[in-house]
């Protein structure tokens, strides 16, 4: 993973309390804004819950985005988010 360490600590520290059980539920039920158009449900969920928090979208821009690209970021957030599918 090309995060930085600490970078990757911050972005977890802010996303866990985030993934609750009936957030995943609500998810899982294609209760969101354009579901229907959704082709990696993990992935759009674990976007979704990065940009829940605009200081935080705006931080990952300033920082990490200075090294890292999207790819690098989902992958930071895959270890962070568990997939939908397991418990949080």
Known sequence: MKIKLEHFEILKAALVPLDTAARR???RAGAFPRAQHVKD?????RWDLLNMQPALLRWVCDE???????AHIDTALRAIVPALGEQA
């Open 25 to 27: 539920a609500q998810y």
């Open 41 to 45: 449900l993990d992935k759009r969920y």
């Open 64 to 70: 990490i985005y200075t090294y890292a690209d999207d």
